[in-house]
């Protein structure tokens, strides 16, 4: 399509005359305007949901303190950027949880959110920033770390609110040359306009306008195509992960019920109930591929889902085979665990989507080493479960069947054929890539630990060093140099050539978890060798 | 039958033994603890350690080497091998392919980088990531290059390593090594026009824990300017007519330091843009406050009729962090079998320089070896798509041209992020690794003319991939396909 300049049109549109009334309009119009940010062009719902997360750590808030209606990202936003007014800058919108950072900067340590002009008053977080600066200045690749990551953090967000107030985050028009978006000044179409409205309070107008520009921005072909944006509208408000998860859980919880002459119709009807949630997941997932363009594992968001959404494959197709029943019931926790994570930690596990970084856009490889990499942890993760239902009947004072430890053992092969593939698939990018095949970076070793850890596993229970208690006891540890190798090394070493995926947080959940299991598997310990004296 | 032969035959104990699966276990749990560990020192420390202690450690690769052992004993204790055994054979063989290859590669291939500017020369070296010791040998004054990386040395005061001077009897002790070396100023006398007023002043911060030492001098040679880490500008001149005016619009600090005409002294002025901030006089011993992070001055030294030399030497710093601009180097004598011991020096890396002993002068130079390649590799191009509406780069993408030195045959190439560029190419040189391979490693946002290439050349290539694969159809093999009874 031909592309028309987008100020002559918008100059088409009607100006109004600006009045003194002040009512909030509703704003679903606006949703799925076109903006572009961060490197893509996003679907304006998408754009105040990321940037109210950024600012806020969640995605509605309770404007005027405590107890006062929650607003949605959406209105927020534009309420910002209809109104930027210095009443906002007086406003709590600023996440700050540190509490080390708060004591620091001598702020009420049972507070989360500061308002801007309460953080820019504040002298202390100007000398750490400078500090940081400084840091920064001297070597541009230098990590952050403590003190200056926190306020630098704080800072990131103060800056956000800045440049919302400022209106320059608003890149709504498509440029006339070059791809770089810009951002209507205040006396430019549309911006008048539904400034215009909005201070009238005339719902009608706002959306027209709204409507009116989205079709313009539509002409000038410049928009990505409207079925992409629409998707993503839709992937956004679904919540695909999260009804999923209820699913899985719905599904886990009739296993656990249904008992004697309803053991065979609750297992179907469980069976059924998580296939169903598979297929959510399976359709979030496909959005998110069709939205990004690329395989959903390049961050630990993308991949705690799709590891939960592994688990449950690998289980669904070994019940297919063996309808044993303990599959699902051990993925099942597994996943509702792994996707209630990605859905409560948005500060942790970023979900918005972002253009990757150069080396990892290559399709093929994420493809085939990435995915089999994180295969390999839904298979191990599966093997977990079911570990766990082995141990949880001894401690409930049954016996483990032999076929449940063989169930077992199908399931770690599969976890170390993927695991081997993908950590030599992972060599063979690396000799592109990079130019050398192993080069002991912390992610290669700790992939190749892990596989070390399986194998010892899988080769001891061949001798007879251990049987079928000691493989489950094993599933279980071992599983725990996958969590390094997954969430270790990204967050907590923070070193290596794998410095994309890296974050921070998480860290007392996890060692919660590896504390849990160790005690799991002393009680399991301790009941096996009461029954057996018994 | 295993039995039996096994008593009958002492070799076949043996087999059985070294291919034992017991053996097997210890092997896979010491090498991943020893993995593990690895991995933990190194984000304490530095890749080097663990590098030295463990993945580089003559006890690990002897330790790998026991796994081949291992692995290829255990397909023999099978024998007579059966259709059952197939997978577990591809397998075991598979992983001991892939280790021959890792040795290969790592004896007769190396990597290294290349920076490339596409206004600059056609490049035919490249610079390994391999140190070596360049030694002028006096007795046939003929150029000795021998590997040596002083991060494994680990020498003390007490015992020195030592490394043979070839074609004569002398030897090189090596006392100490440095990880940073800094040139450390001096004030030496001069005469003539090199003959100048000229002082030592240190600088200190206890925020960045370093400090460093700037000598300055007004004779001719001696520096006059110091960049103080490119962020801020200190200018001796000997009148304060001499000194350059400040830029109006420029906000970067300075300190224009004048020595005084009648005594020992030095007149200061500190400031920013056009705007001074203070200044005064200072004596020896002084102390200022530069307002610059927490950085401090002290003037050390003053004195008329001197110039500046500088040798190098291991930088003040915290022991943790890498000071700026440090090289690595060590500090070496040359000793005679009669027990005669030369002065030492520091030999920081990329200089060449003179040990003497008695009438025996021996040169030597520290640095990464250079490897000349039968090829030479220019920049044409080189192009930095960003994402949309950023300056975040999406690609790099360097188009060079190959030229073979001996027949002047041209080709060109394009390297992409993902997408490397070989030399001489083809699929027989891309199989075996009989190839040089150039990816995208670094590149200059100060500079887009600018990129650093890795170079990989790898003749163990081959075992590499055939392994890896026959590792994957191996495990295939053994947990899923089920030869027909």
Same mark, same amino acid.
């Given at each position: ?9 918008? =100059? ?26 961060? @490197? ?87 000398? &750490? ?57 205040? &006396? ?17 107008? #706002? ?14 072909? =410049? ?60 359709? @979030? ?6 939205? =990004? ?93 079911? =570990? ?13 069947? &032999? ?11 599969? @976890? ?24 002991? &970076? ?13 194998? #010892? ?36 070493? @923070? ?40 | ?59 690990? +690769? ?84 021998? *590997? ?13 390593? $030592? ?37 030592? !002043? ?41 000194? *350059? ?40 011993? /002084? ?5 610059? %992070? ?7 030294? +003053? ?15 915290? %022991? ?26 520091? !030999? ?17 130079? $520290? ?6 390649? *039968?090829?030479?590799? %220019? ?15 999406? /690609? ?23 997408? *490397? ?14 190839? $040089? ?9 100060? /500079? ?8 990989? $050349? ?28």
């Amino acid at each position: 399509m031909k592309r028309i300049s987008i100020h002559l049109l918008v =100059a088409l549109i009607s100006t109004v005359s600006i009045a003194s009334s002040f009512a909030e309009l509703s704003t679903p119009a606006l949703e799925s305007l076109i903006i572009q940010e961060g @490197g893509r062009k996003k679907p304006y719902l998408v754009f105040s949901e990321e940037i109210l997360r950024s600012l806020t750590g969640k995605t509605s808030i309770a404007l005027n303190g405590p107890g006062s209606p929650k607003k949605d990202a959406v209105s927020v936003v534009t309420g910002i950027w209809m109104d930027p007014s210095t009443a906002w800058r007086g406003r709590e919108l600023i996440l700050l949880s540190n509490r080390p950072l708060k004591k620091h900067l001598g702020l009420d340590a049972t507070r989360k959110f500061f308002s801007w002009n309460e953080l820019v008053a504040n002298d202390v977080l100007a000398q &750490d920033l400078l500090e940081a600066s400084e840091t920064q200045k001297r070597d541009p690749r230098a990590k952050l770390v403590g003190m200056q990551k926190e306020a630098s953090d704080v800072a990131m967000r103060m800056n956000l609110l800045d440049n919302l107030l400022r209106g320059d985050s608003f890149r709504i028009l498509p440029p006339e040359a070059g791809n770089e978006w810009l951002a209507p000044s205040p &006396d430019e179409m549309p911006l008048t306009s539904l400034r215009g409205a909005w201070i009238q309070g005339n719902q009608q107008l #706002f959306d027209r306008t709204t409507e009116d520009f989205k079709a313009l921005v539509a002409l000038t072909g =410049a928009a990505p195509p409207s079925w992409k944006i629409s998707l993503e509208v839709a992937y956004q408000k679904a919540h695909p992960f999260r009804w999923a998860w209820i699913l899985y859980a719905a599904s886990g919880i009739i296993l656990l019920i249904s008992r004697g002459s309803w053991e065979r119709w609750g297992y179907r009807v469980a069976a059924s109930v998580a296939a169903i949630g598979f297929l959510l997941q399976a359709g @979030g997932l496909i959005s998110r591929v069709l939205i =990004a363009g690329r395989p959903p594992v390049t961050n630990m968001y993308e991949s705690v889902i799709w590891v939960a959404f592994g688990t449950i494959l690998f289980a669904l197709i070994f019940e297919l085979i063996y309808k044993a029943g303990s599959f699902l019931l051990g993925a099942v926790p597994i996943a509702v665990a792994s996707l209630i994570l990605a859905d409560s930690q948005p500060v942790i596990l970023d979900r918005s989507i972002h253009p990757l970084t150069p080396v990892l856009r290559d399709n093929f490889w994420l493809t085939t080493h990435v995915l089999s990499i994180t295969l390999s942890y839904a298979a191990f993760a599966l093997a977990l479960g079911v =570990a766990h239902v082995a141990l949880g009947r001894i401690i409930a004072g049954h016996k483990a069947s &032999d076929a449940l430890y063989t169930y077992l053992y199908k399931t770690l092969q599969v @976890g170390v054929l993927l695991l081997a593939i993908g950590t030599i698939l992972g060599g063979v990018w690396a000799n592109y890539s990079w130019g050398r095949f192993w080069d002991w &970076d912390p992610k290669e070793t700790w992939a190749l630990t892990a596989l070390l850890g399986y194998l #010892f596993l899988l080769h001891g229970r061949l001798t007879g060093l251990w049987g079928g208690f000691g493989l489950a006891v094993g599933s279980v540890l071992a599983f725990m140099s996958v969590l390094m190798a997954w969430y270790g090394v990204n967050f907590v070493l @923070g070193a290596g050539l794998h410095s994309y995926g890296f974050g921070t947080g998480g860290f007392p959940l996890v060692i919660t978890f590896v504390a849990f299991e160790l005690l799991f598997l002393l009680v399991a310990f301790l009941r096996k060798k009461s029954a057996q004296r018994a | 039958m295993i039995a039996e032969r096994q008593k009958r035959y002492p070799l076949w104990r043996l087999i059985h033994l070294l291919g034992s699966l017991k053996l097997a276990l210890l092997l896979l749990s010491t090498i991943a603890i020893a993995c593990a560990v690895a991995t933990f020192t190194e984000s304490r420390f530095d890749s080097s350690v663990a590098r030295v202690w463990i993945y580089k450690a003559p006890w690990f +690769i002897a330790w790998l080497g026991v796994l081949c052992i291992n692995l290829f004993a255990v397909t023999l204790t099978r024998w007579p091998w059966q259709k059952k055994h197939t997978g577990f054979i591809i397998t075991h063989y598979g992983i001991i392919l892939l280790l021959i290859g890792a040795v290969i590669g790592s004896k007769f291939g190396y990597e290294g980088n290349v920076t490339l500017r596409t206004d600059g020369q056609p490049q035919h070296r490249i610079i390994t990531d391999r140190s070596c010791l360049q030694v002028e040998s006096p007795a046939d004054s003929y150029l000795y290059l021998l *590997p040596l990386d002083t991060r494994f040395l680990n020498p003390s005061i007490a015992s020195p390593k $030592y490394l043979p001077v070839p074609g004569t009897s002398l030897r090189i002790g090596i006392d100490a090594v440095s990880e940073s070396l800094v040139p450390e100023p001096r004030l030496i006398p001069a005469i003539g026009n090199a003959a100048g007023t000229a002082l030592l !002043i240190g600088f200190s911060s206890g925020m960045m824990h370093q400090s460093l030492h700037v000598g300055l001098g007004t004779g001719e040679g001696a520096p006059r300017t110091h960049q103080f880490f490119g962020r801020a500008s200190i200018t001796l001149a000997a009148s304060s007519s001499l000194l *350059p005016p400040h830029d109006p619009e420029g906000k970067k600090p300075w300190l224009d330091l004048v020595p005084a005409k009648e005594q020992v002294t030095l007149f200061y002025k500190l400031g920013r843009g056009t705007k001074v901030i203070s200044s005064g006089v200072l004596k020896p011993g /002084d102390e200022l406050t530069l307002g610059w %992070a927490d950085w401090r001055l002290r003037l050390l030294e +003053i004195a008329r009729e001197r110039t500046i030399a500088s040798s190098p030497a291991p930088a003040e710093t915290d %022991a943790s962090k890498k000071s700026e601009g440090g090289v690595p180097g060590f500090h070496a004598f040359l000793t005679s079998p009669g027990g005669h011991r030369g002065e030492a020096a520091w !030999i920081a890396s990329g200089e060449v320089v003179p040990l003497i002993l008695g009438h025996d002068l021996v040169r030597l130079g $520290y640095g990464l070896e250079l490897k000349n390649i *039968p090829f030479s590799i %220019a920049l044409t191009d080189f192009q930095i798509p960003r994402d949309e509406g950023t300056e975040t780069p999406s /690609d790099f993408r360097a188009t060079v041209r190959f030229k073979n030195l001996k027949s002047g045959d041209e080709k060109s190439g394009e390297i992409r992020m993902n997408h *490397p560029a070989s030399y001489p190419g083809g699929l027989l040189a891309n199989m075996t690794g009989f190839n $040089y391979k150039f990816s995208q490693a670094e590149w200059n946002p100060q /500079d887009l003319k600018e990129t650093t290439l890795q170079v990989l $050349y790898d003749p163990g290539w081959l075992f590499k991939w055939v392994g890896s694969l026959a590792i994957c159809l191996g495990i295939t093999t053994m947990f899923y396909i089920r030869p027909r009874s």
